[in-house]
């Protein structure tokens, strides 16, 4: 049965920034044109918020980066990078991420994970079930989760459209990005 999709929708996206980040340059040597994404995954409908969660270091390179997606109208949540005594690295904002949509899930009719992350399916299960919500993925299909693919509402595979979501820089394929895309990010 096709997802329903109207412009009277409430939606809320909830952007796993680290994972979309590492898909893009691990399958494309690019970067992610977020502006993008989250206009194909909104459509026509009432955005509620956009929020991206982010993690921060020590060196703040990263910040250009964050006045970016402000830009575009996607909040950001930032979190401390842990380094650990044996210098083991922690970055995860699943559980924050988790909470929020729980948390704004009687203000949506659709929640948007904006990752493909498998460890999200039980979150995807709770709203369904239990806030009524219709729950929507964006992410590279080849580096999703099946379980999340299909325990979503509708699936928005970006590795069907790479170049529109995708930003190459000059050591990606030898393409620059448009002026377009760089202001979308």
């Given at each position: ?101 729980i948390s704004m899930a009687p203000k949506l009719d659709a929640v948007i994970i904006a990752s493909g992350d ?68």
């Open positions: 049965m096709p997802v329903i999709k109207h412009k009277n929708q409430r939606v809320g996206v909830f952007i796993d920034t680290q994972n979309l980040y590492h898909s893009a340059k691990n399958l494309y040597n690019a970067r992610v044109n977020f502006g993008a994404i989250l206009e194909a995954a909104v459509g026509d409908r009432n955005l509620i918020r956009a929020r991206a969660y982010v993690v921060t270091t020590e060196s703040g390179e990263e910040q250009p980066f964050f006045e970016a997606l402000h830009k575009i109208g996607i909040e950001v949540k930032t979190k401390d990078l842990q380094i650990f005594l044996g210098g083991a690295k922690k970055a995860d904002w699943d559980v924050g991420l988790a909470v929020d949509a498998g460890d999200f399916v039980p979150l995807v299960e709770y709203l369904q079930t239990n806030m009524g919500c219709q729950v929507e993925a964006v992410s590279f299909g080849r580096s999703s989760s099946s379980r999340l693919k299909e325990s979503v509402d509708d699936f928005i595979d970006l590795d069907k459209e790479p170049k529109k979501f995708l930003i190459y820089g000059r050591n990606g394929n030898g393409r620059r990005a448009g002026k377009k895309a760089l202001k979308a990010i």
